[in-house]
């Protein structure tokens, strides 16, 4: 993206907030706090604006030294399990606030930010979706759109956290709701070491339903 897009995009969006401070102050009724409104997504921005702003804010989230620590602790040194990842040094709380701020991006924007090499973008596209999902259980037809699109995604939660905070809010718990338990046993069966955890790890959604059959069924 490139640098004139930032500063295009940094300014809608301040501009809106300023708009909406505005509306705050002068309303007697409001009693929420500004901290409490949503980005606005593609009613406001072009797809490839809301990207450039959603990696903005986390980039504004960045700590000092932090890069180095988590590149350690997801051993991401030759050999490792996670060689090559990329980090910028985000914890895991701002990551959720933000991607709570874009929970209703278009799936393209989401797409995009879990295709990311940086592992902060991955993985906030993916809290992203936990939100979307949700926020979608009186809905079948969404929920479902929103399997596929984790599925077809899967094999890019390629590391533990990736798997740890998606999987059994999302995976888990419509296997919980429907029984599809055929789809944790496919992934079981995948050559890929991240699918397979996906797998086990959503059994965990499916243990707090009070059923454990394909929980032990993988893990045996």
Excluded at 67 to 79: D, I, W
Excluded at 186 to 211: D, F, K, P
Aim: proline share 4%; net charge positive; aromatic share 10%.
């Amino acid at each position: 993206m490139s640098h004139n897009l930032r500063i295009r995009t940094h300014t809608k969006f301040i501009s809106y907030h300023r708009n909406m401070n505005s509306r705050l102050k002068t309303s007697p009724k409001r009693t929420f706090e500004c901290s409490n409104v949503q980005a606005p997504t593609s009613s406001t921005y072009s797809n490839e604006e809301l990207c450039a702003l959603w990696k903005s804010e986390l980039e504004s989230h960045v700590i000092p030294g932090k890069k180095e620590v988590l590149q350690r602790f997801f051993k991401t040194g030759k050999g490792e399990y996670g060689e090559g990842d990329i980090f910028l040094g985000i914890v895991v709380p701002d990551n959720r606030k933000v991607a709570r701020m874009f929970w209703d991006a278009p799936s393209e924007v989401i797409s995009e930010m879990i295709l990311s090499p940086i592992h902060e973008f991955r993985l906030s596209g993916f809290l992203a979706l936990v939100k979307r999902y949700e926020k979608s259980r009186n809905n079948p037809k969404a929920q479902n759109d929103i399997i596929d699109f984790y599925l077809k995604h899967a094999m890019y939660a390629n590391n533990w956290d990736l798997v740890d905070l998606s999987a059994p809010k999302i995976l888990g718990e419509y296997v919980a709701e429907t029984g599809q338990h055929g789809i944790l046993y496919r992934l079981m069966e995948s050559e890929n070491l991240w699918e397979q955890r996906i797998s086990i790890v959503s059994t965990y959604a499916l243990l707090c339903h009070g059923i454990s059959e394909p929980t032990i069924k993988i893990a045996t």
